[in-house]
């Protein structure tokens, strides 16, 4: 049984700042990358950024999000800056993790943590 928990999510006016941070646990091996997907109201679910060793991330957010992750820990962050209205979402974060050392790579979904940006 393997679970994500998101926080830090909320309300923030426009141009200001939020941390998200998302931990995994349960019987974990490994994991390979872990992510964060956003979900706008009458929107598909959408990348904005990933990270195994390097981050990437989607045009939309490159300059104002930095992911990060404590291995140690089971956890990924994403530092949020100059938010901007459209970046209201829920945000999703998962993780691409195996179980046992002979075991297939599967992801997880944490429950998802609501960001809105007023203008």
């Not at 931990?23 to 490994?30: Q, T, V």
Request: charged share 15%; with cysteine; hydrophobic share 35%.
């Amino acid at each position: 049984q393997v679970q994500l928990v998101e926080s830090g999510g909320g309300l923030v006016q426009a141009g200001g700042s939020l941390r998200l941070s998302c931990a995994a646990s349960g019987s974990i091996f490994s994991i390979d990358s872990m992510g964060w997907y956003r979900q706008a109201p009458g929107k598909q679910r959408e990348l904005v950024a990933a990270i195994t060793s390097g981050g990437s991330y989607a045009d939309s957010v490159k300059g104002r999000f930095t992911i990060s992750r404590d291995n140690a820990k089971n956890t990924v962050y994403l530092q949020m800056n100059s938010l901007k209205p459209e970046d209201t979402a829920v945000y999703y974060c998962n993780a691409d993790l195996r179980t046992t050392a002979w075991g297939p790579t599967f992801r997880s979904w944490g429950q998802g943590t609501q960001v809105t940006v007023s203008s």
